[in-house]
């Protein structure tokens, strides 16, 4: 499986952004499809995450009731739709896909790995 992400950018605090994560190749063995970031001097982190087949839906409570995680299931897109951006959400994001099913926040688990895309946000 490969994924491309894109849709970073620079946004001023409490703008929006919206993340794609475009799966190709052996995409009918996903089972979870998720994302994190990382912060200059920080670690991994997790951000959210979706059950490919179920459609289930997780958060990191720092981004509970901004973000929204989405999928188009027929262009093996899983999109994150970030609102009232922080200045702390400043990250590079990237996406990441398993196999099978997994504690979805934990990142060593994650079959495959996209490049990342930043998002800066001025405070």
């Known amino acids: 499986v490969q994924l491309q992400a894109s849709g970073g950018g620079l946004v001023q605090s409490g703008g929006s952004l919206r993340l794609s994560c475009a799966a190709s190749?052996?995409?009918?063995?996903?089972?979870?499809m998720g994302w994190f970031r990382q912060a200059p001097g920080k670690e991994r982190e997790f951000v959210s995450a979706?059950?490919?087949?179920?459609?289930?839906?997780f958060y990191a409570d720092s981004v509970k009731g901004r973000f929204t995680i989405s999928r188009d299931s027929a262009k093996n897109t899983v999109f994150l739709q970030m609102n009232n951006l922080k200045f702390e959400d400043t990250a590079v994001y990237y996406c990441?896909?398993?196999?099978?099913?997994?504690?979805?926040?934990?990142?060593?688990?994650?079959?495959?790995w996209g490049r990342g895309t930043l998002v800066t946000v001025s405070s």
């Open positions: 990441a896909a398993a196999s099978r099913l997994i504690p979805v926040s934990n990142w060593g688990l994650y079959d495959h």
């Open positions: 190749g052996r995409t009918f063995s996903m089972s979870v």
């Open positions: 979706l059950g490919w087949n179920g459609g289930s839906t």
